[in-house]
């Protein structure tokens, strides 16, 4: 979570808010899914973004609107490549105790 100080009730109201507007991104791209409107899809990212401003390390969040963005109704590619980069930041891809001579 982006903010570590406070008292622990501003935290868990924080940290609820980041749920809420996660499921609410969650709900709209499962009707999105259902039935491939441009709104709900936009609708979707809208709520993830504003999910990612509270907790930005959330990389399966960048990864659904990387996939969004690449929906036939929205169409992004630029904001798609860019959501998905963000998905693979501060991920160790390869294991350090991987032989780095292979």
Not at 20 to 27: A, D, V
Not at 33 to 46: G, L
Not at 49 to 63: E, G
Request: proline share 3%.
């Amino acid at each position: 979570m982006a903010d570590n100080n406070g008292s622990p009730l501003a935290q868990r109201i924080t940290r609820l808010k980041y749920c809420i507007l996660r499921n609410y991104g969650e709900i709209f791209e499962k009707d999105y899914e259902m039935q491939k409107t441009r709104m709900d899809a936009q609708s979707a990212i809208e709520y993830y973004k504003r999910a990612l401003q509270i907790d930005p390390t959330d990389h399966s969040i960048w990864l659904k609107i990387g996939r969004l963005s690449m929906s036939e109704e929205i169409n992004d590619r630029e904001s798609a490549l860019c959501a998905f980069k963000k998905a693979l930041e501060d991920i160790d891809i390869i294991p350090s105790s991987v032989n780095s001579d292979i």
